[in-house]
Every structure is written in structure tokens, then in C-alpha cells.
């Protein structure tokens, strides 16, 4: 890993995840909701479009001049970030896993003042690489790389604050650190900031400001938080609705790899919702949902083979995304009543299909 900012990047898939909450629920409920378009083998799913209006709307291609200012600052802030950091020995021990090494060069670069070294020492400690952990002594070195101005530094501080761990908690003084960073240009803080100004913590609601900051995001290329964005232009909070803006911001999250947002993305192309209808390509996404272990995708893709609205009909697969769906909580009496029906070779075969995936994926049922 050649710089800290993987520390906010992490959002749904990485082991080591930091981000302080999942994507912004009650908007995205608000999208789930078109989940029962694939509820039944209605004849009217039947029709297919010939192509994906995958661009944003006017109103978000001409928005104002200040936006490209602050993506550009943001870009800057990241490259003097990657410059400060490439070549340095204590992240390249770091990045090679030579951990003790990486921790003796980062104390004598924080002694020479390096405000980098302090949030690489305080992240040693935070998971315990070639030391002890220790979230105590992980705040302290975060708080004295934050002081220098460290944006890193101060993403993790506010993160170790907002949850209490090695340092008393404390939501305003979390808020504050994640619009320093923020507005640094970090990602991951003006993610975390969109989310305060949601919740009221630390922060007025104020979901106008709250959006601002996830479009500041979004552009930075943060999954959830594109995600989010399409969500508030679906729902019409603190931007206005608008669901061709809402069905690109979902596509990019989506295409960045947010399991919720193919289903999401998936299901507005079924319903040509925000873009021209595209059955075939709404497949694709589904799929790709099902594929990381959505649950919900999962059986939405049963039903699909199970009534083929879309694809071929196929009972063992509809059977086996209905097994893996079933086994991570989402019940379907239709499925299951489907399931029944089958013959014990085609039960079997579903079975197996279901084990293989289950193998293959590392996923528990």
C-alpha cells in the first residue's frame, strides 16, 4: 500500500475497514424499494430497450465552476500527498510488511518533525503491526501528525473519536477533524462529514451541506458515497430529484465495484428508471450482485430464472441463488413452494451448484 489514504478507501471489501458507517440506509431503502419490480412473472417485465442512458443529466453537466475548483484542489492535495510519500523508507518497509523496520524509521522521521511518520506510527499501533496494539498510543501519535496538519492523521483521530476507542469520545471534536481533512482534499473525511451533517452528529442536519460534501466524494472516485448521491437525487433531499443524476451516480458506484449499488443500478435499468429500459444489461448488474454475496440480488436473480423474465429459464439456477439467498435471510414463500417442485436430480443438482459457489467465494451460508 503506497499511501495512508487507503485507510478510507477500504468502504465495503477490504479487511482492514475504517469507514465509520455503511451507506446512508434511509435513502437507500428509499431505492430498495423499487425491488418488487422483479416481485412476480408479470408479462408486462417483458420488454427490452436497446441501449443505457449512462450519462448525467443537463442540470449536473452544468453545474458551476466552484465544483471543478474543488475537485482540482482536491486532485492536487492527493498528488502532494502520493509525492510526500513515494520514495519515503518507512512506507516502503511498511508496504513490504517489514513492520519493525517500518516503525524505527518512522520514529526517526517523526523526530525530524515528518508529519506523515506520526499517522504511519499511530496506524502500527492501531492494528498492531510489529507492536502491541495499542489504540492509546495510536491516538496519540494520530493526534500529533493531526497538529501537523496531517490529513491522514486526522481521518484516523476522528475515527478513533466518533467511537470512543483510545481516546474519550467525542462526536464534535470528530466533526471537526473530518472537515479539516475534508477539506484537504481526503475522501474518506468528506464522506464521513456528509454522514454528520445526516445524523446531527456533531453537526447541524443539513442535508443541502451533507450533499454538497458527498458530491465532493463522489468525484474523488468514493464508491458509497456515489452511491448515496444517486440516492438523495432518487429521493430529492438536499439536491433536487432528478433520476437521470441519480441513475449515473448509482452506475458509477456500481461500476467501482458496490455490490448494493449493481442491484440498485441493475433494477433502475429493469425498470428504465433514469435511463432508457435495458433488460439484458439489467441482468448483468443483478448478477454481479448476486456474484459479491448480496443477498437480496441473489434471489432476485432466482426469480428471474425462475419465470425466465430476461434470461433462459433455469430451475437449478434458480434454485441454487434461491438456496444462497434463503441461507443468508431473505425468504421467499413463491421460491420456496418453486424449490419444492423439484425433482430430487434437479434438488441435487441445485444443491451442489450452491456448495461450489459457496467454496468458490469463501462465503459462510
Not at 82 to 102: S, W
Amino acid at each position: 500500500m503506497s499511501d495512508m489514504s487507503s485507510l478510507s478507501e477500504l468502504s465495503m471489501q477490504c479487511r482492514r475497514q475504517m469507514l465509520w458507517q455503511r451507506p446512508l440506509a434511509r435513502f437507500g431503502a428509499l431505492l430498495l424499494a423499487v425491488l418488487t419490480a422483479i416481485a412476480g412473472a408479470d408479462a408486462s417485465m417483458g420488454a427490452r430497450a436497446a441501449q443505457d442512458a449512462n450519462a448525467p443529466g443537463q442540470k449536473e453537466a452544468q453545474e458551476g465552476q466552484e465544483g471543478q475548483e474543488g475537485q482540482e484542489a482536491q486532485q492536487e492535495a492527493q498528488k502532494t500527498q502520493e509525492n510526500a510519500e513515494a520514495g519515503d523508507p518507512a512506507f516502503e518497509a511498511f508496504d513490504a510488511g517489514e513492520y519493525e523496520k517500518a516503525r524505527a524509521l518512522a520514529l526517526a522521521a517523526a523526530e525530524r518533525g515528518e508529519a506523515a511518520a506520526h499517522t504511519l506510527l499511530g496506524r502500527l499501533y492501531q492494528e498492531g503491526l510489529g507492536v502491541g496494539r495499542n489504540l492509546g498510543v495510536a491516538a496519540r501519535w494520530y493526534e500529533k501528525g493531526a497538529r501537523l496538519g496531517d490529513s491522514n492523521a486526522q481521518f484516523a483521530l476522528a475515527m478513533l473519536l466518533v467511537r470512543g476507542e483510545g481516546i474519550k469520545k467525542d462526536v464534535r471534536a470528530a466533526a471537526d477533524l473530518f472537515e479539516r481533512a475534508a477539506r484537504a482534499g481526503h475522501a474518506g473525511a468528506q464522506y464521513n462529514l456528509a454522514l454528520c451533517y445526516v445524523n446531527g452528529t456533531g453537526r447541524p442536519v443539513d442535508m443541502k451541506t451533507a450533499a454538497q460534501w458527498l458530491k465532493r466524494a463522489a468525484e474523488a472516485g468514493h464508491a458509497a458515497a456515489q452511491y448515496d448521491l444517486g440516492a438523495l437525487y432518487a429521493a430529492g433531499e438536499g439536491v433536487p430529484k432528478d433520476l437521470a443524476i441519480a441513475a449515473y451516480w448509482t452506475s458509477r458506484a456500481a461500476d467501482a465495484g458496490l455490490a448494493a449499488a449493481a442491484l440498485e443500478y441493475g433494477l433502475m435499468l429493469f425498470k428504465g428508471r433514469g435511463v432508457e429500459k435495458n433488460q439484458k444489461r439489467a441482468v448483468w448488474y443483478i448478477r454481479a450482485a448476486a456474484e459479491k454475496g448480496n443477498p437480496v440480488a441473489q434471489n432476485r436473480l432466482a426469480r428471474l430464472y425462475a419465470y425466465g423474465i430476461a434470461v433462459e429459464p433455469n430451475v437449478v439456477e434458480a434454485a441454487k441463488w434461491h438456496l444462497l439467498a434463503r441461507a443468508r435471510g431473505v425468504s421467499d414463500f413463491a421460491l420456496d413452494r418453486y424449490l419444492a417442485r423439484l425433482t430430487d436430480a434437479e434438488r441435487k443438482a441445485a444443491e451442489a451448484a450452491a456448495a461450489r459457489w459457496r467454496a468458490l467465494t469463501m462465503l459462510a451460508p
